[in-house]
């Protein structure tokens, strides 16, 4: 019996140890990538014009707003396809009161599969396409408007969201640069509480809501760190769905987004028929790492750390528990019609270390943690639990925690401080106070917040075992009042 305490022992300090080495990795691969200082060059933007999609279900409180704020982003070449999903409140009702729509015939043929598209209008003032069609999921959406798109590169956007108005300069680039990148995307900051003026965001005070502070934290380690690092190493599998640039002609030849509806051959081949998964963003990358690996042709899948785009944050527990449960699920769903992938040379870095470290260390990271608690638990019972040990590691994280997000913050602050453009500026916290209390927020998040979501990612692989593909959509405020007084 004490020979397999022993060993089991082991196999979990061994599972931390990789864990804790990768994670101090990517911290300091981060910091590096931030030091380097970046060429500053004169982009040539003509010719690379961008479809901005905004799938919008039930999203009254939003749409309108962000369908505003997009067409004053400064580009010179864009359009905006907002897809009605099927929504049960006011969505479309809400559009064609705010923007003049012209109507324009439906596609005979769809080059994707999609649910049944009930109108198509336009705004040619605006730039504006408006699509109405059954639900089908954001994906389907995403899919109706990549068929009506007619431009070179397709921006996804959620209907909450803000976009900086250099945001597309700034996120279109390394596309610009290097024919290698076949998806880039920026930083996703919290819209909760931001105060608009002229439908910018002004300033942005500290959140009161403990929940949204600890998601602060949570996005400044996930972005600045984890997603920059892994970029930088060509191992990114995750572009947020939020926020993300594509080449339309990528998105075609591996079939568009998975959907039930969409019939591509390519998806048919690698993944099966009538497939969908609840994060498509996830999903969509690796298959297009797939088919650029196949075709032995390099690919890029590239995060900045300038573009700034703000969404809402759930700001009740419950909401979290929906959202991140629906992310693990999501990451188990993408990684099993993906398998083929795992440890396979002719994939690569993405075959072998990118798909491995998804799999054990994010996906299967909640079970191991829950394993770990109970196997201590028990060792405790029956006098095997050295506590002044444990509590030694415990510190020793909460210090790292603390160390990796005061060094972070103050790269960001170096990062920002000089050539301040658009709404960037309010990333910024005003006073060291700010900072502190967010130090204080992460400390007290590792014996709160991190149970929260370790039961949501259990929650979320039961949801795969259950077969469940609810979307589980959250309730949202919408943009702060201050700019609907602006009109």
Known sequence: MSYIIRVIENIIILYFALYFLFDIFLFFFSLFVHKKKRRLKKIDYNGHSISIIVPAFNEEVSVVDCVEMLSLVEYQEFEIIVVNDGSEDNTLEKLREAFSFEPRPVLAHQAIQTNRILSVESNRERHLILIDKENGGKADSINAALNYASKRYICTIDADSILDSLALKKVVIPMIEDERNFVTGGFLATSNDVVMKGRKVESYRMPKNLWVLWQIVEYIKSFMISRLALSRMNMLLIMSGAFSLFRKADLLKVGGFLSEYNESTYIKETVGKNRKTVCEDMEIIVRLWRYYLEKKEKGKATFLPDPICWTEVPEKAE????????????????????????????????????????????????????????????????????????????????????????????????????????????????????WLWLLIVSILGSFTYEFIKLFAQLKGMLNIWQHKDEWNKFERRGINTKLKQTK
């Not at 072998?352 to 998804?358: K, Q, V």
């Not at 109970?374 to 020793?396: C, E, V």
Request: charged share 15%.
């Open 319 to 434: 909401n979290i528990i929906k959202q991140r449960a629906r992310w693990h699920q999501g990451l188990g769903e993408t990684l099993h019609l993906h398998r083929a992938l795992m440890f396979e040379p002719r994939y690569k870095i993405i075959g072998l270390i990118a798909i491995p470290y998804y799999y054990f260390f994010e996906f299967l990271a909640p079970l191991i943690k829950l394993f770990s608690l109970l196997f201590l638990t028990i060792l405790s019972s029956l006098g095997y639990f050295n506590a002044q040990w444990m509590l030694l590691l415990l510190i020793s994280g909460l210090l790292i925690t603390t160390i990796i997000l005061s060094v972070v913050t103050v790269m960001l602050e170096i990062q920002h401080k000089k050539n301040l453009t658009g709404n960037q500026q309010t990333l910024r916290y005003k006073t060291i106070f700010d």
